[in-house]
């Protein structure tokens, strides 16, 4: 009788299950949550890649925006048109400031021979007071003009020659005055600035 139970309840397909091995199937389901994990390391990687690779496996570098090249080649043409207008700005100033130098030069030169006229006037002798007084008034706002224009002398008597600024016509023998010193001054110089109107014309003496 007792067999008959125990044929009854199945021991020998219990046998049979253990042969087979089904009832192994369990530690399966407990491998699923390592391939989860694994799926999602799989999905970080994938995430933190900054690079798609292409089919030699070298990364591909994205193209760039073409609107940001087109943005990029007008600030460079800006910049090279904005220094090119810098350079011209100055070199037409500079050339200004010259022509302009050049034409009070010229306008000066010229009213030179006036003064000096004037100056071998004044040296003269004269007896009408009243015209001598009106000589000079005249040469005096003539060389206050000259002044303003920023005329200067060349200072030459007792002065060490310089050929830059001296123009000698003649040299003497003179104790009184050192080597290559003006000792006498046939014609003032001038000079605008740093340019010069008109060299001295002296006399050196030793």
Do not use: W
Request: with cysteine.
């Amino acid at each position: 009788m007792t067999d008959e139970i125990r044929d009854a309840d199945g021991c020998e397909d219990f046998e049979s299950l253990e042969e087979s091995g089904l009832h192994d199937s369990a530690p399966e389901n407990d491998s699923a949550p390592e391939n989860d994990s694994a799926a999602e390391a799989k999905d970080l990687t994938d995430e933190e890649a900054p690079f798609e690779e292409t089919d030699d496996g070298e990364p591909e570098i994205p193209e760039e925006d073409p609107a940001e090249q087109k943005l990029q080649e007008a600030n460079d043409k800006y910049l090279r048109l904005f220094a090119e207008f810098d350079n011209f700005r100055k070199r037409t100033a500079k050339e200004k400031s010259e022509t302009y130098q050049d034409a009070v030069a010229k306008t000066l030169l010229s009213l030179l021979p006036a003064v000096d006229s004037f100056e071998l006037a004044m040296k003269a002798p004269c007896t009408d007071d009243a015209y001598r007084s009106g000589i000079e008034k005249i040469y005096n706002q003539m060389t206050d003009l000259l002044k303003k224009l920023g005329l200067e002398e060349i200072p030459a008597l007792n002065e060490p020659f310089d050929p830059k600024v001296h123009n000698a016509i003649r040299q003497v023998e003179d104790e009184n005055f050192g080597e290559s010193t003006v000792c006498e001054v046939y014609q003032k110089g001038y000079r605008l600035g740093s340019r010069i109107v008109r060299c001295a014309m002296v006399s050196v003496a030793n």
